[in-house]
């Protein structure tokens, strides 16, 4: 059973352009990303699934220099990317995460992996059903039969852009959540949309230290460093 992580990434942000690749902690937001990533346990690759066009290729080259798998698709049609993406890795099991979390823990992921593959009967997993970890920790599981039927069912513009949003209603798929322990933390902004949150993450990761730290401990030093949570509050809605 091959399980894959398959990451989206473009250089088009509407609200950040070029987020992916800005220099964060000595590195690019990519590289945390898929660095990240690397290190979910039971997951056996990661693939990068990049749109087509000459504009997206630099994203495609940093995402190569760091170590994953770069599959091009559809720009708008993310559905349709992540269903060709998950054929090329010929993966059974498909974690799913955004390029915009450098925070993303992989300890997390695995926890919802794990949930998922621990129930035969479930297609899809997920901690962000409820806002209970900061904007940020945001993963998804599924198996490849479930993203199939979506992307062969799926057909209104939000759902293909957005890749689980039918998985999350359909009749006939059963879901998992692994819910956070507390709604105040889902208030917290580890996610990179704006200016603010780039500027939050750039005051963070320098007290993090070299090690890619649980994500309580990262909420420990954020908590320790009250000023930092204040960066980017103006941008709290999820």
């Excluded at 940093?62 to 993966?91: M, P, T």
């Excluded at 915009?100 to 949930?115: Q, R, T």
């Excluded at 599981?141 to 513009?157: G, I, N």
């Excluded at 005051?203 to 090690?211: C, H, M």
Aim: hydrophobic share 40%; proline share 6%.
């Amino acid at each position: 059973m091959t399980k894959a992580v398959i990451v989206q990434a473009r250089m088009t942000s509407t609200r950040l352009p070029g987020k992916v690749l800005m220099e964060l902690g000595g590195t690019t937001v990519l590289d945390h990303v898929l660095t990240r990533c690397a290190a979910i346990p039971g997951t056996d690759k990661v693939c990068c699934a990049i749109p087509e066009g000459d504009r997206h290729d630099a994203v495609a080259a940093e995402a190569e220099r760091c170590g994953a798998v770069v599959v091009r698709g559809a720009e708008l049609d993310v559905l349709d990317r992540y269903h060709q993406a998950a054929q090329s890795l010929k993966a059974d099991i498909v974690m799913r995460v955004t390029s915009d979390c450098p925070l993303i823990d992989p300890g997390l992921c695995g926890e919802v992996l794990a949930m998922l593959l621990a129930d035969d009967s479930a297609d899809y997993a997920a901690n962000n059903f409820s806002h209970r970890y900061p904007h940020g920790l945001d993963c998804e599981a599924f198996r490849f039969d479930a993203l199939a039927r979506a992307w062969k069912e799926a057909t209104e513009e939000y759902d293909r852009e957005h890749v689980t949003p039918w998985l999350r209603r359909a009749p006939g798929i059963r879901r998992l959540s692994l819910d956070g322990p507390d709604p105040e933390l889902g208030k917290l902004r580890w996610t990179l949309d704006y200016p603010e949150d780039l500027e939050f993450c750039r005051a963070l990761f320098p007290l993090l230290g070299r090690d890619t730290p649980p994500w309580r401990e990262t909420l420990r030093i954020s908590r320790e460093h009250q000023d930092l949570n204040a960066i980017n509050a103006i941008r709290r809605q999820r």
